[in-house]
Structures are given as structure tokens and as C-alpha cells.
């Protein structure tokens, strides 16, 4: 299955390379945009009191507790709903939606090396030098092992220690100095076509 690598990127590849795209752009903004300080008072406490029953006062405590709770370590919680079937029945918060695109990701990223095992790369452009060709592989490389890299270190800052924080955001860094450096070589050579619908090395111009 050669995904059509004698004239250019095929279907498959373009469509993991732009579901990849998506999903690393909605997971920044759903992790920059993520906030602990989600106001936790639960619809009705403002009317409890002498007017309220003590079932219906304790129904309040447990779900501003519940809430409280959550606000402490959002992403620990939003993984304990993903694994404990918890999530969706008041919607997917935004740490829940973190954890899923995570998971998104890596998925994306096993598919992505399981399909490039097996279909061949298009020739290379030559509008590229030698050394452009070394950039372009070594930032590919560096972007697929992050595609890992990132969503993991995430996921095992919630799921063993919050002592990796400082590996996780390492790991960002990294990601977007090889995606810095990437984006160069690409925009800079005029390369972005190659990888738009549509588009053949038969129809370049």
C-alpha cells in the first residue's frame, strides 16, 4: 500500500498529519485555558438555610465538598472519571477533556507510526538542500517521539506524581522548538502544499 508516495503525501498520511494538527491545537488551548478556581457553590445554596431540610442542606455540603474536591487536583480527578466511568454525566470539563486528547494523541501517534512503516514517503522536494533534508528529518523524528513524549509526561504527572511537572513542561518546550524549526523549513521553502488536499507532485506546478 504505497498511499500514493510516488506523487506526493497520500490521503491517509495527510489525514493523520491534520488530525494530529487539530488535536495538539485543541490540547494546548484546553490546558492553557484550564482553571482551578470554578466557583463551587451548587445551584440552590443560596436559598438553603432555615428553609431547607437537613437532607437537602447535606445534598448541597456533599456536592460543594464533591466540587471543592475536584478543584484541589482537576486533572486527578477528571482521570479517575475517564478509568472509573465517571465522565459525561454533567458533561466533560475541561480536565476530563485534557486527559481524552492525551489519549487522542497517543493513539494518533501509534497510528501515524504504524502507517509510516508501511507506506513509503513521497521523493524528497527539490527545493531542498541536503541540510534541509537532515532539518526536515530530525525535526520529523523529534516531532513523532513528542507526539508520545507530551501526552505521557501529562498523563503520569496525574497518575503517579506531581513531581514530574518539570518533565512535562520539558517536554513542551521541546515540542515547540522542534515545531518552531519545523514550520521554518516548511513555510520557508514553500513546502505546505505537499501536504493540502488535493495536491500531487503530477500537479505541482
Not at 485534557?98 to 507510526?113: P, S
Not at 521541546?174 to 488535493?198: C, D, I
Amino acid at each position: 500500500m504505497s498511499d500514493a508516495a510516488a506523487t506526493g503525501y497520500g490521503f491517509v498520511t495527510k489525514t493523520l498529519h491534520w488530525l494530529t494538527v487539530a488535536a495538539f491545537v485543541l490540547q494546548f488551548v484546553v490546558g492553557y485555558a484550564m482553571s482551578t478556581d470554578a466557583d463551587c457553590d451548587p445551584p440552590g445554596e443560596d436559598r438553603s438555610g432555615g428553609d431547607t431540610s437537613d437532607a437537602e442542606e447535606e445534598r448541597l455540603d456533599r456536592l460543594e465538598d464533591a466540587c471543592e474536591a475536584r478543584d484541589a487536583d482537576p486533572l486527578d480527578a477528571a482521570w479517575s472519571d475517564v478509568w472509573g466511568g465517571g465522565i459525561g454525566v454533567d458533561g466533560i470539563s475541561l480536565p476530563e477533556l485534557h486527559v481524552l486528547l492525551g489519549l487522542a494523541i497517543l493513539l494518533l501517534g501509534g497510528l501515524r507510526v504504524g502507517w509510516r512503516m508501511i507506506a513509503p514517503l513521497p521523493p524528497w522536494s527539490p527545493r531542498l538542500s541536503g541540510t534541509d533534508r537532515r532539518v526536515a528529518h530530525v525535526t520529523e523524528r523529534a516531532l513523532l517521539t513528542l507526539m508520545f513524549v507530551v501526552p505521557l509526561t501529562g498523563l503520569a504527572l496525574v497518575a503517579v506524581s506531581d513531581d514530574l511537572v518539570a518533565l512535562h513542561v520539558a517536554a513542551h518546550i521541546a515540542f515547540f522548538v522542534a515545531l518552531g524549526a519545523h514550520l521554518l523549513l516548511v513555510l520557508g521553502r514553500g513546502l505546505l502544499p505537499r501536504m493540502l488536499p488535493g495536491w500531487s507532485s503530477v500537479s505541482a506546478p
